[in-house]
């Protein structure tokens, strides 16, 4: 059985943490210095540019408010030369508005030393965006 890439395994362990809603794993994957950035409008409260690991802990509180994830998965996941990219796949909804979203995304991870200094997500955001104004 092949060996899995470094930096795939500390991609897994991102998402083994996050689906089991335990943010210290989460944190201790992180460097202090982190840039946690969701590419889409400022309409919806949680996506922007988080620096440090304060800012992505504040992330979390925003997201663990308004999002109710009901499916998540990791369809695949990419070694690059600085960490890996991951597509994944999500269907939910946000508190108080009913409307559903069920979109894709491309995850980068840039990887030092064995931390994350860099998460970066592209999805479909107009999928979330209409799901917001419902």
Avoid at 20 to 29: E, H, M, N, S
Avoid at 61 to 83: D, P, Q, Y
Wanted: glycine share 6%; hydrophobic share 35%; charged share 30%.
């Amino acid at each position: 059985m092949p060996q899995e890439k470094p930096n795939c395994v500390i991609a897994k362990k991102l998402y083994e943490a996050f689906l089991a809603g335990d943010l210290q794993a989460i944190y201790d994957l992180l460097d202090p210095r982190i840039e946690w950035e969701l590419v889409g409008t400022s309409e919806v409260p949680h996506f922007g540019l988080y620096r440090g690991l304060d800012e992505v802990k504040r992330f979390f509180s925003i997201i663990g408010a308004i999002n109710r994830v009901e499916s998540f998965e990791v369809l695949s996941c990419t070694e690059t030369e600085n960490g890996a990219y991951v597509e994944c796949q999500e269907r939910g909804h946000f508190e108080e508005h009913p409307k559903p979203f069920e979109m894709r995304s491309c995850q980068l991870l840039e990887i030092r030393e064995g931390r994350i200094v860099r998460f970066r997500i592209y999805q479909d955001t107009a999928q979330m965006v209409d799901a917001w104004r419902s």
